[in-house]
């Protein structure tokens, strides 16, 4: 498979493949580098909350769209 040739690479990964399945059979495993942070415990706002505040973002948007058309419809007075 590997043609008699085996790059330092490949052997120091054959080395820790090794190593891994020596703790697995022992039952030892590495330590833990670092704990994970605990899952967040605020609740988020709900749904109908988050699309009505959509929906009002919209309607600005569309009201600030016509008065600056019609804004641009009016004549400049000279």
Do not use: F, H, I, W
């Amino acid at each position: 498979m590997l043609g008699t040739r085996m790059s330092n690479q490949d052997e120091d990964e054959v080395e820790d493949e090794l190593d891994a399945l020596e703790r697995e059979v022992n039952g030892t495993s590495l330590p833990s580098l670092q704990e994970l942070p605990d899952t967040p415990t605020v609740s988020l706002p709900e749904a109908d909350v988050l699309g009505s505040q959509a929906e009002q973002q919209k309607a600005r948007a569309r009201a600030r769209m016509r008065q600056r058309a019609a804004e641009s419809a009016e004549p400049l007075l000279a």
